[in-house]
């Protein structure tokens, strides 16, 4: 579904135009085309990529979505002039389960192509940013947009990171709680899954935004380099901080499994404890409920207080070792 | 056993040839030959190497078999042209195991031989896809019949991909399942040793994939270098969901043995409530069970049902300490 | 905030200044300005910004806080000429916990800024340190105070390292202590993250740290390029000591495990050994306290005291032999 | 010892000759000497540099032994000549040990010295091999029977990867098994061990044999680039083996002791359910067993088939819910 | 405190010198002097700094101890001469604790300054060994004595990993013992953490032996990288060794894990085994306890003998149970 499809001259807005007059445009010097579709169709890929010569393998990754993030450079245009290709992430919360969209992005000299797949959020708010900064524009050109698209999906993740080490870190309140350890399993194994999503969504594009600046820079980007630093820098953030976030989770599992099995010694402990001091008093009461007939005691006027007393004493005995020894 | 043998030019079909004139039409312009052997002989192979010249150490390799998926290039051909030898892992799924199989391909300027060892799917939908397409075909030779064979072996790796994500997903669903523990971790395992096997075909040809576009790109495949990137991708992607799936399964492996801790512990929780509750009743029946004369509530009229009585409501008032402790 | 502002010429202090003047001064030949901002407002940054020609990202980057350590190189200025942007972490202990400040330094051929946030420690001493110098601060300039910078915020970690450490030292003669499993688990975890705290702040100032010395080194400061490097070892060093203390804490955590399992173990054989002992007495008492009519041993005259003696050896000899098995 | 010491021409055997005239032979054109040693004397090695003028340190490494496998490269002769210096291991499996022995290759330009320590299996099959291909031996002189030495000496780590992986598969089958855990986790450790001892063996030697191939050769091994290719091939299976074994084994030892914990919790649920009914019966006899003058159940004439009818069929209801719940 | 002072003249030993004639001997061509110190004062390394033209911050890196081993160049000389800077660590056992000292060595053309800190050995043999080879040292000079000095620091790590080795050796026979779970571990972890220890020693130490030959070489050690090689590969050989010896102790310590765990197991099973027997005898003992009137058995004239012969068969038959799935 076609989104917007606009012509920019040095930096300004020229006019919404129609697919089918892309062409006229093209041709002016100074001017770019940029258009957003959203879950496109084959025919509209196909269209697309005869008016722009995409190569065919960008178009099937395109059409088949599932793709890794990633920035590939074409180089095969007759004027051997090279495109590029970008696969983004979108990252989008649902119920408390993330859900995971795509940007497809081609990128040439004289146009930009965004096609949204799988996720809700549109993106609106890049246009207008870009239209805001019209010196900008003019200089960067599409690089400049694909830029500013990267830049809010990247912006889009921080949310998403904050969330998970905010959970992560009540987590860490809970884990000593006795009583918990059954809910914690739970919740870090999803924590980990959130995790492990997000990872796969940023590091990749870290790699990809760590070749548009730096030494060998394609055509397009090397006005922008220093804004794709930024994001490389915004990208590293993000995944040292997942790395932190999957570490303390890992280290979080080992110490939940310690503290279940100190609560098991702990509960041994007291089942030993209790067992010990009945096990003595039923053992006396039998030996005294024994049936022998010379058992003189059992004729001792004071016999039967003796005994409770005695047995008493006896547990009471042991409950203070165990209770010295810590075991109750 | 021979399947195919036939000559190419200008990427369209020549002829099926007998193995003995390959000589007569590999003398002509623009011309390959592409041979398909299956399960191949020793005396085979010998008539393959003296037909094409192959080195020896790659025939011996593709006679023995159990080789690593690796793409090698010799080049002590007298005229200096470079020639490669693939070797790459196919898996079938049977009866829920996973078998390996191999093929072995030998490129050169104008033949492309492939071996297929230990596997029971042809690759004839490979053949039929080239010649549907004479103009890649022409353009990229007999390195595009290599990127093509590849490509279909990549494709066949991803189903089992996608049968051991869903295999890992639904585990994920059983494993906070009580009772489950153990044929959790006995298909946890297997999983294990699955995603071991794919992981042990997927990133050696990955790394040599990586070697075919890019910088150094040997002399056959340098027309399909987008091509073969586009494979490196895929396995790239193959790569990361291995990996994540290896990652998710060492997880639930951990997960799960905390699952059994505390499994262990509400077990030992409630043995000891319940141990507890009736240590008690029996060392009061064995204290009444005591034969001393002199015990008066043994005499009372309502002795009996009082200590019924006292029996009950101390259990009842350990039950409902214990259920207060979760215990119970 | 405002905290110092102060023009240096040839290693020697010239005047403290108000920040309208700094132009003046950037004119005169060998002279650069120091300016010091605590919890910089927008209009402070922009303001330096305007002065200096700092880039927008910087700005921004200062502005918004909570950047991972690094040291970026401007260099789109129109006199060709680069700028440094460095983000360091400041860590200060605050009852126990670590607070993390940071302090951003932009570094010019005639100027260096720094913007310390949310630390209540001041760097006054660096002022201080080089202006006792005034040769090393005329030979490096504001590479130097950079320097010097740096090496101030490397030399307070170091004391966090040693308390890590000794707590480290002090847990590893308690880990070993029975009863202590609980509170050593918790306190591990806490040092874990201490460590990983640390670990932040420092592994990526070490990798920006290793670009300031050795091949390719920014032009402002090549002339302290073994100072550099120095600090670099001395990141080199902690990084090293944070790794073995996590390193250290990982196993211990392995350690307190196998211990609360043979803990486990110790109470599990000492309540069966018990248990046994007194299941034996409280059998035998049974079995006498039964009401046949024919138990001949019953009427006999020591029948009691030798019914006790039997109980009493049986216990006695479980009790050797539980003894021998080190049971008990 | 002595073993061998033979001149080859032109790739052809010239004679058996004594250690004292190998300068005669050296001075030959296209000539180069064979030698042998098993278990050499410092006297012997001492001959032998003086001989072929060996770098003193590469002496003393052969000397001492224990050395980790390594090619290492020496190039101060005086005549600008390289000489290498090899180090492999020998492992022989003894009465289901791992023994470690060692080979020691020094190689020249004329000359090939191998000296084999602490092992019983001679390379006479090299020797044999290497004169049956003169061709190739006369191309690659020492550098063939280099090759021709090391790959003999791979060739046989595979019977110990392929032992080990048998082994490891048949663990596979008995981990499942129940009352194995502590057999198992002998032959897991047992077998880490093996598989550790293997991989110090083959991972330095995989290193060395990757720079006998490829980019910077050393002159001697110029002409075998291709068989050093293979053996570097061969080593890189062999090391991808190992790191599956230990990966396996890894696993194993988790999942064993993840069956351990299992099995320690069914074994407390049947304790707990045998306690429990057992406990009723034992409490509800107790109960009766009590001496109240007025218990009117005691009198009634069918009161102990009641009794036993009660306790019977209490006992039966809990062993229905316990097996219900699947704990019996 | 100085050891040594002495001045080489073409690798023979010229004279012993007082410190302050040091000037007058490196005037002389072909000459250089070899100073030792031990635990120096500041004074001494002030002196020393001035003498040699020392960079302040290496001298700054001796007085303050406690570095990571290292070699770093210097090369800010007038004469564009470069002087080494080396930092290596000195283990010794003192009552089965490690120790760690530190020998900092300055090397420059004409001098070579080692300075011992906080280690009992001395280095004299160093010293002698040199004197009895004047020819290496006349080669190779400063370098020469550098490399003497590595060679033996590196020397004495060896009887620490062979230490090492041989406890680990002696731990896996113990391991596999019951009741030595405790000392064990405890065991495990001190050897864990002089792996540690030793591993802070050797590796950094490897990595900058790696710099001393091979490519880009110091000028001092140029003429002796043959020697230097040698030591880096003992240094790998002893890193790989202690590799090693961590992965096994790791091993070692989830092995030690396992068994606990599976001790505790077969002590669950055996007090489950006897706890059902008596329950049994106790429960059946409590029956025939009860008072009912009509117990018909109660007054058979065999009914006791039958009554203990039916407990003894049940309980026989239970053990004969338990036995058989080896509970007991």
């Known amino acids: 579904m076609l989104i917007n499809c606009t012509a920019y001259q040095r930096g300004h807005k020229l006019a919404d135009l129609p697919v089918e007059r892309i062409g006229d445009y093209l041709q002016q010097p100074d001017t770019f085309v940029w258009i957003a579709l959203e879950d496109a169709t084959a025919e509209e890929l196909a269209l697309m990529s005869e008016t722009f010569g995409l190569h065919e393998l960008a178009i099937e990754d395109a059409h088949h979505g599932h793709q890794r993030p990633k920035v590939e450079e074409y180089n095969d245009g007759d004027d051997g002039s090279t495109s590029l290709f970008a696969v983004m992430h979108l990252i989008d919360e649902n119920e408390g389960r993330l859900q995971v969209g795509e940007i497809h ?126 994001i490389y820098d915004h990208l590293t953030r993000i995944n040292a901080s997942l790395d932190g976030i999957r570490d303390t989770i890992s280290t979080a599992i080992q110490v939940n499994l310690s503290l279940v099995a100190i609560d098991q010694t702990e509960v041994s402990k007291r089942l030993a404890a209790w067992a010990g001091i009945f096990a003595v008093a039923t053992a006396l009461a039998g030996i005294w409920g024994m049936n022998f007939t010379h058992m003189p005691e059992l004729d001792w006027k004071y016999g039967y207080p003796m005994a409770l007393a005695t047995i008493a004493a006896l547990g009471g005995f042991l409950y203070w070792q165990f209770r010295k020894a810590k075991w109750l």
């Open 105 to 230: 992005v081609f990128i040439g000299t004289d146009y930009i192509l965004s096609v949204r797949n799988n996720s809700a959020r549109d993106f609106l708010g890049v246009r207008a940013r870009c239209e805001r900064e019209p010196k900008k524009l003019a200089k960067g050109g599409p690089g400049y947009v694909f830029y500013a698209l990267m830049d809010a999906v990247v912006d889009r993740y921080f949310p998403h990171i904050e969330r998970l080490e905010s959970e992560v870190e009540a987590l860490e309140d809970r884990i000593f709680t006795k009583g918990a350890a059954r809910s914690n399993i739970r919740r870090l194994y999803r924590l980990k899954r959130k995790a492990t999503l997000l990872k796969h969504a940023v590091t990749p594009l870290m790699e990809a935004a760590g070749k548009l600046h730096g030494g060998r820079v394609p055509d397009v980007c090397t006005k922008s380099r220093h804004y794709f630093r930024d």
